[in-house]
């Protein structure tokens, strides 16, 4: 079994994020992975925000380039 074919393949739909006490910001980037296509744009940014002790943040999208996921949980 070719193990990259197999994960390069699969679609990305639900991005998990482990929350801490705090506060806090985070820019997530997703593009493929896979070629140079976020050179032309093909890509996502994301930014989290964080504050409390709550399991939740505030997503906002920076920039949108590429297929969104579907999902976002917080852990």
């Known amino acids: 079994m070719n193990w990259h074919s ?3 393949k699969k679609p990305y ?3 998990k994020m482990r929350v801490y006490p705090g506060n806090g910001t985070y820019l997530h980037y997703q593009d493929n992975g896979a070629d140079f296509a976020y050179r ?3 890509y ?3 930014e989290f925000t ?3 002790d709550k399991k ?3 997503v906002q999208m ?3 380039g590429y297929t969104k996921y579907k ?3 917080f852990e």
């Open 6 to 8: 197999t994960l390069v």
């Open 13 to 15: 739909d639900t991005l």
């Open 40 to 42: 032309d744009g093909a």
């Open 44 to 46: 996502n940014v994301y």
């Open 50 to 52: 964080h504050e409390g």
């Open 56 to 58: 939740e943040a505030s």
């Open 62 to 64: 920076k920039k949108e």
């Open 71 to 73: 999902n976002i949980l």
